[in-house]
C-alpha cells in the first residue's frame, strides 16, 4: 500500500527537468523592436506604475491623462485617468495618412477555390465608418450600449468590432461555434440591444448555419426576460442568403442591403475617456453563470500595443498571422487592436487548419509571406499529429512565433522549432488569460533565451510571485510549486467582472489580500488560479490550472506533467490525463492518447508509454489505464474536452456533447473503456 503523506493544498510535486537554452538567432536581434537590456529597469516596480506611460505613448490620445494608475477603490484599478481616446481611430484612422493602401487585413476563404481578399487601411475606414453610421442611425446604439457578436472569422468581425468601437459600443465576441443558448446567456447577462451575425460561413468544407443560432438565442434570451431589438445578418456572400431559416420580419434585417443607403456616410470616432469600457469577454466554462470580463479603452489597447510590437515584434511592414479565433481574448488582443493598432498586416484564416488537408497552414504562409505566426499547443500538436513533415514541403520563412492558451510539452515545442520554424524562428511561449488582456509571462524574444516547456520570466513590468497556502512566498529555485499571482495591477488588467463587482474580487483578490481595506495596490496582489514553480534562474514554467492536478496518495501531481511525458514516446501525437477514482490511492491517472499517422496500438506500445511516464515522473504516476484512442472529444476550438474523457474513465454519463466537433467519438471510447 502506498505511503500517504501531508502536502499543502497548494503545491504539486515537480519532476520535470529544467531544458537547455535555445538563443536567439543574430538576424533576428539585429532586426528586434526590443533590444535594450535596461528594460527590465525601467519597468522595475520601483519605477511603477509610470513605466507604463512608454506604452500608452504608442498611441494617439485627444486628452493626455491626468493620473497613471488610480488606486482609490481598490482592486478596481483606473488606468490613464483623465485621458481620452478612442480605439478605432488608432486601429485604422491615424494610419491613413502615409498607408492607406497597404493591406490592413488579409481574409484566406476556407475554400481554396476562393481567393485571397486584401482590404487595405483606406478600405477598412470606408467600412468600419458607414457600418458606425449604420449602428448610431438605425439601430440607435450609442456610447456604453451592448451588442453581442455571434460571427466567425471574416474580416466583417473586426469591422463590427471597430464600428462598435467608434461610437463607444460595448461589444462581446460570442465564439461562432457556441450555440444558440450560450449566445443567449450572454446577451441577457451584458443587456445587448443588438444581436450582430451571419447567415452561414465554411468549416471543413461545409456551410455551417449560422443564423440558425440568431434564432435560437433571440428565442432563449426572451425567455430570460431581455427582448433583441434588431437581428443585423451578414451575408457571407453579398446578394446571396445561405442560411435555411427566413429573416424574422421587423426583427431581422440583411447588413448588406442596409450599406446600400450608407454609402459615403461616415461616423466620426467619438473621444472615450480612457476608463470606458470597450468590450466584454465571456469565459468559455461550461458551468455556472458565465463571466463577463470587463476591459477598458486606454489601458486595454496601451498594453496590447506595447506586447504586440515588444513581445510579438510586430513591425509596420510584418505579415502577421495569429491562428486563433477572434472570439478568445487572443484573438481579440492579437488578431483585431494590437497589430492593427501598429500598422500591421493582420491575416485572418476563415476555416480549420486542417482542411483540406494538414498542408494548409503552410500553404497560407507561402502564399502570403507570413513572417510572425502566432498558435496555440492545442494546434501544434493536432498539425504534428496530421502533417509531421509537412512544412518541410514549403518554403515559407518565419522569424518569429508565439505559443498561447495552455503549457505547451517540451517535445511539441521542439518540433514547433526545428520543424514548422524550420530552426531559423525565435518562438515566445506566452502565459496570460482571459481576464489579463496581454501577455504576463514570456521571454523578450531578442533578449533572453528560450527554454522548452517554460514560458519564462514576466514581462516588462509584471513582477509574478508564488504564494503557498498561507500567502507564504516560494523562494526562487527551492522545485515547489505553488500558486502564482502578479504583486502589481497593470493597464491590460480587466476592470471588473460585468455586474458582479463582489464576484471579481472574492476570485481573483481576497485570497491573498493583505487588508481589505487598503487603497495601496502592494496589498492586493491578482490571483491567477494557476500552479507555477520558478527556476533558479527567474522562468516560470505554468502547472495548469489548480483544479488539473490529482492527488495520488497524497501526492499532488499536475495532469500537464504527465501528458508531456507520454508525448516523449515518439509514436504518440495528443496526450490527455484524468483523475479516476482508486479505493488505495483517493485518485489515479487514466491517460488518453492519439497516435501520429501511420501508427498502430499494441502492448508493446502501451508499455512504452507506460514506462515513460514512470522513467519522466516517478512511479506514483504511472497511469492506471493507457487507453489509445482514434481520436480526442474535441470542442470546434480544437481543445480536449478532458471533463467527457474523466466521465467516461469513471462509467459516467457524459452530458451534453452537442457542442462537440466529433460527438459521434463518444460513444466509441465509451464502448473501448466498458470493454
Given at each position: 500500500m502506498e505511503e500517504r503523506i501531508d502536502v499543502p493544498e497548494a503545491e504539486i510535486a515537480v519532476h520535470w527537468q529544467e531544458e537547455k537554452y535555445y538563443y536567439p538567432p543574430t538576424k533576428f536581434i539585429t532586426q528586434a523592436n526590443l533590444t535594450d537590456e535596461e528594460v527590465y529597469e525601467r519597468f522595475s516596480l520601483d519605477k511603477f506604475p509610470e513605466c507604463f506611460n512608454e506604452y500608452a505613448g504608442l498611441l494617439d490620445w485627444y486628452k493626455h491623462w491626468e493620473r497613471t494608475l488610480d488606486t482609490a477603490d481598490a482592486p478596481f484599478w483606473g488606468w490613464y485617468?483623465?485621458?481620452?481616446?478612442?480605439?478605432?481611430?488608432?486601429?485604422?484612422?491615424r494610419h491613413l495618412a502615409k498607408n492607406k493602401n497597404k493591406t490592413a487585413i488579409h481574409f484566406v476563404p476556407e475554400l481554396e477555390s476562393e481567393a485571397t481578399q486584401h482590404i487595405t487601411?483606406?478600405?477598412?475606414?470606408?467600412?468600419?465608418?458607414?457600418?458606425?453610421?449604420?449602428?448610431?442611425?438605425?439601430?440607435?446604439?450609442?456610447?456604453?450600449?451592448?451588442?453581442?457578436?455571434?460571427?466567425?472569422?471574416?474580416?466583417?468581425?473586426?469591422?463590427?468590432?471597430?464600428?462598435?468601437?467608434?461610437?463607444?459600443?460595448?461589444?462581446?465576441?460570442?465564439?461562432?461555434?457556441?450555440?444558440?443558448?450560450?449566445?443567449?446567456?450572454?446577451?441577457?447577462?451584458?443587456?445587448?440591444?443588438?444581436?450582430?451575425?451571419?447567415?452561414?460561413?465554411?468549416?471543413?468544407?461545409?456551410?455551417?448555419?449560422?443564423?440558425?443560432?440568431?434564432?435560437?438565442?433571440?428565442?432563449?434570451?426572451?425567455?430570460?426576460?431581455?427582448?433583441?431589438?434588431k437581428v443585423l445578418i451578414w451575408?457571407?456572400?453579398?446578394?446571396?442568403?445561405?442560411?435555411?431559416?427566413?429573416?424574422?420580419?421587423?426583427?431581422?434585417?440583411?447588413?448588406?442591403?442596409?450599406?446600400?443607403?450608407?454609402?459615403?456616410?461616415r461616423a466620426e470616432p467619438v473621444p472615450m475617456p480612457a476608463e470606458a469600457p470597450l468590450f466584454l469577454m465571456y469565459t468559455s466554462g461550461t458551468t455556472g453563470k458565465p463571466k463577463g470580463c470587463q476591459h477598458s479603452t486606454g489601458g486595454y489597447l496601451a498594453y496590447v500595443a506595447g506586447t504586440s510590437k515588444?513581445?510579438?515584434?510586430?513591425?509596420?511592414?510584418?505579415?502577421?498571422?495569429?491562428?486563433?479565433?477572434?472570439?478568445?481574448?487572443?484573438?481579440?488582443?492579437?488578431?483585431?487592436?494590437?497589430?492593427?493598432?501598429?500598422?500591421?498586416?493582420?491575416?485572418?484564416?476563415?476555416?480549420?487548419p486542417t482542411y483540406p488537408d494538414a498542408g494548409r497552414p503552410w500553404r497560407i504562409a507561402e502564399e502570403l509571406d507570413v513572417n510572425i505566426f502566432h498558435t496555440s499547443p492545442t494546434a501544434i500538436r493536432a498539425l504534428r499529429r496530421a502533417g509531421p513533415d509537412e512544412p518541410n514541403n514549403y518554403d515559407y520563412h518565419f522569424k518569429h512565433m508565439t505559443t498561447v492558451g495552455e503549457p505547451i510539452e517540451p517535445e511539441v515545442w521542439r518540433w514547433y522549432h526545428n520543424v514548422v520554424g524550420k530552426g531559423e524562428a525565435v518562438i515566445v511561449d506566452t502565459w496570460w488569460q482571459t481576464e489579463n488582456g496581454g501577455f504576463l509571462c514570456s521571454t523578450v524574444p531578442a533578449l533572453?533565451?528560450?527554454?522548452?516547456?517554460?514560458?519564462?520570466?514576466?514581462?516588462?513590468?509584471?513582477?509574478?510571485?508564488?504564494?503557498?497556502?498561507?500567502?507564504?512566498?516560494?523562494?526562487?529555485?527551492s522545485g515547489r510549486a505553488g500558486n502564482i499571482c502578479?504583486?502589481?495591477?497593470?493597464?491590460?488588467?480587466?476592470?471588473?467582472?460585468?455586474?458582479?463587482?463582489?464576484?471579481?474580487?472574492?476570485?481573483?483578490?481576497?485570497?491573498?489580500?493583505?487588508?481589505?481595506?487598503?487603497?495601496?495596490?502592494?496589498d492586493w496582489p491578482y490571483f491567477a488560479g494557476d500552479g507555477a514553480v520558478q527556476a533558479p534562474d527567474g522562468y516560470?514554467?505554468?502547472?495548469?490550472?489548480?483544479?488539473?492536478?490529482?492527488?495520488?496518495?497524497?501526492?499532488?501531481?499536475?495532469?500537464?506533467?504527465?501528458?508531456?511525458a507520454a508525448l516523449t514516446v515518439p509514436e504518440v501525437a495528443e496526450a490527455a490525463v484524468v483523475p479516476v477514482a482508486d479505493e488505495i490511492k483517493g485518485k489515479v491517472p487514466d491517460l488518453y492518447v492519439a497516435l501520429k499517422p501511420g501508427f498502430e496500438p499494441s502492448p508493446e506500445l502501451h508499455k512504452r508509454i507506460s514506462d515513460a511516464v514512470v522513467t519522466e515522473i516517478s512511479p506514483i504516476a504511472r497511469p492506471a489505464h493507457v487507453w489509445i484512442v482514434p481520436d480526442m472529444p474535441k470542442?470546434?476550438?480544437?481543445?480536449?474536452?478532458?471533463?467527457?474523457?474523466?466521465?467516461?474513465?469513471?462509467?459516467?454519463?457524459?452530458?451534453?456533447?452537442?457542442?462537440?466537433?466529433?460527438p459521434e467519438v463518444v460513444d466509441e471510447l465509451r464502448h473501448m473503456v466498458a470493454v
Open positions: 485617468v483623465g485621458g481620452r481616446i478612442n480605439a478605432s481611430y488608432n486601429c485604422v484612422d487601411y483606406q478600405e477598412l475606414y470606408v467600412r468600419v465608418s458607414e457600418f458606425a453610421a449604420l449602428l448610431r442611425d438605425f439601430c440607435g446604439l450609442k456610447a456604453g450600449d451592448r451588442a453581442t457578436l455571434h460571427m466567425p472569422m471574416v474580416p466583417e468581425l473586426p469591422i463590427a468590432m471597430l464600428a462598435c468601437a467608434r461610437l463607444g459600443v460595448i461589444h462581446s465576441q460570442v465564439f461562432s461555434g457556441f450555440s444558440g443558448r450560450a449566445c443567449a446567456d450572454r446577451i441577457v447577462d451584458s443587456g445587448s440591444r443588438v444581436l450582430i451575425t451571419m447567415d452561414g460561413y465554411y468549416r471543413n468544407g461545409a456551410i455551417q448555419d449560422q443564423k440558425e443560432k440568431a434564432d435560437i438565442a433571440a428565442e432563449e434570451a426572451a425567455k430570460g426576460g431581455h427582448s433583441v431589438e451575408q457571407r456572400y453579398p446578394g446571396k442568403y445561405l442560411s435555411a431559416k427566413p429573416a424574422v420580419h421587423g426583427r431581422d434585417h440583411i447588413v448588406n442591403d442596409l450599406l446600400k443607403g450608407y454609402r459615403g456616410r515588444y513581445i510579438q515584434d510586430i513591425h509596420p511592414e510584418d505579415v502577421y498571422w495569429c491562428m486563433a479565433d477572434i472570439g478568445w481574448i487572443t484573438g481579440h488582443s492579437y488578431i483585431v487592436y494590437g497589430p492593427l493598432a501598429l500598422g500591421a498586416s493582420t491575416v485572418i484564416y476563415e476555416g480549420v533572453g533565451p528560450m527554454k522548452p516547456g517554460s514560458a519564462g520570466p514576466g514581462v516588462p513590468g509584471i513582477h509574478p510571485v508564488i504564494y503557498d497556502e498561507d500567502g507564504n512566498e516560494i523562494p526562487r529555485g502578479i504583486r502589481n495591477p497593470w493597464p491590460g488588467i480587466f476592470q471588473t467582472i460585468w455586474g458582479d463587482p463582489d464576484r471579481f474580487v472574492a476570485q481573483y483578490y481576497a485570497r491573498y489580500c493583505k487588508d481589505q481595506n487598503s487603497k495601496d495596490w502592494r516560470y514554467r505554468i502547472l495548469g490550472r489548480i483544479d488539473d492536478v490529482i492527488n495520488v496518495a497524497g501526492h499532488r501531481l499536475g495532469t500537464k506533467e504527465i501528458e508531456s470542442t470546434r476550438s480544437g481543445k480536449i474536452m478532458r471533463r467527457v474523457l474523466a466521465a467516461i474513465s469513471s462509467g459516467q454519463e457524459a452530458g451534453d456533447v452537442s457542442t462537440l466537433a466529433n
